[in-house]
């Protein structure tokens, strides 16, 4: 792989020596060390990548040519970029269509916008060499000073690299915009500015404290990864340390860009069949009643079908999820994918056609609260101004669940306890090694040998204090303001996500992908505070905001270390994107709630607007206020709360099988995940609605792990990820200029003709409607 690296003297280092992230000495070793060759990888390009060890020695490059990070122009562009993210997340919170605006697609947006800063604006350090080549040395004129700390030379990698994380930390704190938003347009409690401000910052930031002890096992461990995030990476270091006219990869990089985003408009917007194509369904489209049932339950998968999507084929890479995010999975976690995929296909058609729980009295897969015939329950009814009415309850009677929602939400809580005691009968002694190891200052990254060697690690009682500060600000929230969350019930809700967020980290880091664990905030909500959908609301928002923002920050400073950028710069602009990022969520509520309240409360929407999201968020609230009844010992569904005794104790039998059987031949037994099995086993429907897009899933995902990375390991290394980020990087390009262009995200919308490729009065996938 050919690369033009950035010369090191060339790259002025003041502004990093004033904040002490490294001295003088620490630089002039780090030049003679890494001064190597190509791509700094190992000797062996054809070495087959299989852990986080193998990934760190010939994946990923230790090359470090210590280049600004923090100047004027990446602080004013990732400004900048933070309230564009924020802004766009929480205006397609109220859009009929859904665009997500992150990763590459906020790389690619810096970069250009980087690049035209460095090359339009008057560059200090071609004016100093003109000036130094006719004065000598000497002290440099205010003007040439001034351009130096504009614009001092070209646009490089570290400047780039902060600039786009702190832009996608700006969504972290969205979970509070969420339930201001519920609160002002579904119940009458005042909103008042100590509640938004207080609790932006308190919601937004308490999982960072956390993160900060888990460190050692979550960031500095070899093994923590976090496979998803390569692309990204990957996608970095390509377009500053490759020279499109000398490197194929980089050439591949935007063939594969340019091509995605001409095919995304063909399936997004002209052709959606391609979306989700099924032989079995387009083979049968007249067929009628109960035939038309099982084609519609078993094979449909279309956006507005409620089916298994079982051997369908999505051609979309963006629009149903098809993302880069899958082809950078781990092999190990492709299998027991697809294992608990065919699982979960086998429970749910047993449980419907078996019909459990008198399941085919209602409709299949369906995740809505329903009547005993069948309708929609009216919520609103039972919770007239945000409270449980218990005579209205017993009109209407217990709403009712279908049997694979109530399979699905237990496998849900089978899995969550599966992570726990996985993590400690598993990985227990590898993270008590991992601490012990920290406080002796050795490590088995080799990144993080690099950063201790030449960066200063942020503190510990950085993290302490905003965790400190966080919880203090949350109490007075709880205490002062009237949101129906008393402090003990906010205690309780920070306790669980500090339990449940280390285990969930680990796991995310090793595996790329985490366990859904929001379920347990919601259900364990919804029994300490029954009849309180908004108290639910912020319980939730704060106890699994602290896992995810614990896991979010963890992969952050990860990819800092692969990207070698000094990790005080990364802790502190990551709790700027994060705090600026609320604040812009709020006040573009605020604008859009305000202007369109009855639109968004009580109607379905017009081709500007839509109130889907926010009403099915209060839904979801108001159902888990009914918790202690709908999931009561002795009613259908009483199990579903056993879910996490379940599934801790199949872990446990799994360890003890693991010490008496070790091996099956080559096979170690200890490389079964369980909680990842049991969460694909369930995750139909209660994480995957567009099922048209699992068997196109595993299919991407075991050609790029299995073949490319076996077969051919050089391809694997040099183009998957960076492929992958090109496609992710179009698609979303594409369909960010379609959803202003067409799909009414900019006003009157304007859809394609109706065809056969265009089915939008039927099912795109021509699955027959059953009567």
């Not at 502004?15 to 780090?30: D, F, M, P, R, T």
């Not at 980087?114 to 003109?130: S, T």
């Not at 009580?602 to 206020?625: C, E, K, L, R, V």
Request: proline share 5%; glycine share 8%.
């Amino acid at each position: 792989m050919s690369e033009s690296p950035v010369k090191t003297s060339d790259i002025s280092l003041t502004s990093q020596e004033v904040i002490g992230e490294k001295s003088g000495a620490n630089l002039h070793v780090a030049k003679d060390e890494h001064a190597h060759s190509d791509d700094g990888l190992g000797d062996n390009p054809d070495a087959i990548i299989v852990t986080g060890a193998d990934a760190a020695h010939h994946l990923l490059p230790l090359r470090d040519d210590f280049d600004s990070v923090l100047t004027v122009r990446s602080i004013f562009l990732a400004s900048g970029l933070s309230c564009f993210q924020a802004v766009m997340y929480q205006i397609y919170q109220f859009k009929p269509t859904s665009v997500t605006i992150q990763g590459t697609f906020i790389v690619l947006i810096s970069y250009f916008l980087g690049n035209g800063w460095a090359k339009f604006l008057p560059r200090g350090d071609k004016f100093e060499a003109r000036w130094r080549a006719k004065n000598g040395e000497g002290k440099l004129p205010w003007w040439i000073t001034a351009m130096k700390f504009i614009n001092h030379g070209e646009w490089s990698l570290k400047e780039h690299a902060i600039c786009s994380i702190t832009a996608t930390s700006a969504s972290n704190a969205s979970s509070s915009s969420m339930v201001f938003a519920a609160q002002d347009l579904f119940y009458n409690l005042p909103l008042s500015a100590a509640t938004v401000i207080l609790s932006t910052i308190s919601i937004g930031l308490f999982g960072y404290g956390v993160c900060g002890v888990m460190r050692p096992i979550a960031v500095w461990h070899t093994e923590a990864v976090y496979w998803s995030t390569l692309p990204t990476v990957k996608t970095l270091q390509g377009l500053h340390w490759q020279d499109v006219k000398n490197s194929k990869p980089l050439k591949y990089f935007w063939y594969a860009f340019c091509g995605m985003a001409v095919y995304e408009t063909i399936p997004a917007y002209i052709f959606p069949w391609l979306n989700s194509v099924s032989i079995p369904c387009l083979a049968a489209q007249k067929a009628t009643g109960e035939t038309a049932s099982v084609l519609n339950n078993v094979f449909g998968g279309a956006t507005n079908n409620q089916g298994l999507g079982l051997f369908t084929l999505s051609f979309d890479w963006q629009y149903k999820q098809l993302t880069s995010f899958q082809t950078s999975l781990p092999l190990k976690l492709q299998i027991h994918q697809a294992l608990g995929f065919a699982a979960c296909f086998v429970a749910m058609i047993g449980i419907y056609y078996g019909n459990a729980w008198d399941a085919k009295s209602l409709p299949f897969m369906s995740t809505r609260m329903l009547q005993s015939n069948g309708t929609t329950y009216p919520l609103n009814a039972v919770f007239p101004g945000g409270v449980l009415d218990e005579a209205a309850m017993g009109e209407y009677g217990l709403p009712k669940l279908t049997g694979t929602f109530a399979f699905a939400m237990f496998m849900t809580n089978a899995a969550i306890g599966a992570l726990i005691v996985h993590t400690v009968l598993f990985w227990g002694k590898d993270i008590l090694k991992a601490y012990k190891s920290a406080r002796e200052g050795r490590y088995d990254d080799p990144h993080h040998e690099h950063m201790v060697k030449h960066y200063k690690e942020a503190p510990w009682w950085w993290y302490i204090t905003v965790l400190v500060g966080s919880f203090v600000l949350g109490i007075i929230v709880t205490t002062k303001e009237n949101i129906t969350l008393s402090a003990w019930a906010y205690v309780v809700s920070l306790a669980l996500g500090c339990i449940i967020a280390p285990f969930s980290t680990i796991l995310y880091s090793r595996f790329g992908n985490g366990i859904a664990t929001n379920n347990l905030s919601k259900m364990l909500a919804g029994l300490i505070l029954p009849g309180r959908p908004i108290g639910n609301m912020y319980f939730a928002a704060w106890s699994h905001n602290v896992i995810t923002n614990a896991v979010n920050l963890s992969n952050d400073l990860k990819m800092g270390e692969y990207l070698k950028i000094p990790p005080r710069i990364m802790f502190l602009t990551q709790i700027y994107g994060t705090v600026l990022g609320g604040f812009i969520n709020y006040a573009i509520m605020i604008s859009i709630v305000s202007g369109n309240r009855e639109l968004l409360s009580d109607g379905d929407g017009n081709s500007s607007w839509s109130g889907a999201t926010i009403q099915s968020y209060n839904t979801n609230a108001a159902s888990w206020a009914l918790a202690p009844y709908i999931y009561k010992i002795g009613t259908p569904y009483g199990a579903v709360p056993l879910g996490l005794i379940a599934g801790a104790g199949v872990v446990m039998i799994h360890a003890i099988f693991h010490r008496f059987v070790p091996k099956i031949g080559k096979f170690d037994t200890s490389e079964i995940n369980l909680p990842q099995f049991i969460q694909y086993a369930g995750y139909i429907p209660y994480n995957q609605s567009q099922t048209c897009v699992i068997f196109t899933w595993i299919i991407a995902g075991f050609y790029v792990q299995f073949y490319l990375r076996n077969y051919k390991p050089r391809i694997f290394r040099d183009y998957s990820y960076l492929i992958a980020g090109a496609f992710d990087g179009a698609s979303l390009m594409v369909l960010f200029i379609l959803s202003f262009a067409v799909f009414g995200a900019g006003g009157v919308s304007h859809p394609f003709p109706s065809w056969w490729g265009n089915n939008e009065n039927g099912h795109y996938d021509w699955c027959p409607a059953a009567e």
